[in-house]
């Protein structure tokens, strides 16, 4: 168990500090830049496009949801559209450049499906948003928000620094702490051998099914490479495959607990859905084309 929580701790916690401390920086030196120059830029862009732009700003991201927190909370703060924050979020969660690149271990085609995938993802996913919560909010950034009382006082950037440092620590470090031990209890005790062997069997629902262990089994983007691998050499189509990898991260236990920081309820149960309806969708119509190509 120790070991599991270790493993878990030496993958996350370095870039959930990385992304708090790049999140403080930019929220005490360049919140208004960083806001307001896209604005300028890009307002004249439709909002199709804008969520475009936001989710391959997020798979580019290498920072772990957890280190996306205060920077989601800046962009809010200073009026950032939802649904563009909704891509980034999304297509943030799906992909990074670690996991596209070990996915090519997969193949060519699957690992560049997996990114365009992840993109859609997050484009459906703002677009959703503007046309259903348009002038409604979704998330809550309260927990980041620095009070008026240390808005006065804060007139060091250092001073500033750190003490939106604190903030996020505080606001993100309990659901770090829960998650990372649920996800080691998942490791240790789902039997991954049994999975590989139900796969290798092709019962007719490796769709639903592959899901279904996305939401319970996924642990590690690129940890979960090999077993992937092993299941696509037992004869694991690829529409189960995609929705392994497209419902794994979004349910993640780190990650929900990270995105159940910012997201009320309503908002988080939307998101569950949305994630694990997309991820069956796309391995369905996968599976579907790939059957009449065949």
């Excluded at 929220?27 to 969520?51: D, T």
């Excluded at 996305?214 to 590690?220: D, K, R, S």
């Excluded at 495959?241 to 159940?260: E, I």
Aim: charged share 10%; hydrophobic share 55%.
């Amino acid at each position: 168990m120790i070991y599991y929580i270790t493993m878990q701790i030496k993958q996350i916690v370095p870039f959930w500090i990385l992304g708090l401390m790049t999140g403080a920086v930019i929220s005490a030196y360049r919140e208004r830049l960083m806001c307001n120059i896209p604005h300028e830029a890009l307002g004249k862009m439709n909002v199709l496009l804008k969520c475009f732009l936001a989710t391959l700003i997020g798979a580019l991201s290498p920072i772990t949801m957890y280190g996306m927190l205060p920077i989601l909370a800046v962009l809010a703060r200073f009026k950032a559209r939802q649904s563009v924050i909704t891509s980034f979020t999304i297509t943030s969660i799906l992909i990074n450049p670690n996991v596209f690149i070990f996915s090519f271990s997969l193949g060519m085609g699957i690992a560049i499906l997996r990114l365009f995938l992840s993109i859609l993802a997050g484009v459906a996913a703002g677009v959703l948003v503007e046309i259903l919560y348009k002038g409604k909010s979704i998330y809550d950034m309260s927990g980041f928000a620095a009070s008026a009382a240390e808005g006065r006082q804060q007139r060091k950037a250092i001073a500033a620094v750190i003490a939106n440092f604190k903030r996020a620590v505080l606001r993100t470090a309990p659901n770090l702490a829960l998650g990372i031990v649920l996800a080691a209890l998942f490791e240790l005790y789902f039997p991954m051998d049994l999975f590989s062997r139900i796969f290798g069997h092709g019962n007719g629902l490796g769709v639903l099914f592959a899901a279904s262990l996305g939401v319970t089994a996924y642990y590690c983007g690129g940890g979960t490479i090999p077993l992937i691998l092993a299941w696509m050499n037992e004869g694991m189509s690829l529409g189960s495959v995609m929705a392994f990898m497209l419902t794994g991260p979004a349910t993640k236990l780190t990650n929900l607990s990270a995105v159940k920081t910012i997201m009320p309820v309503k908002s988080f149960s939307c998101y569950l859905i949305f994630s694990i309806a997309f991820g069956i969708a796309a391995g369905l119509t996968i599976d579907i084309i790939n059957s009449f190509m065949g």
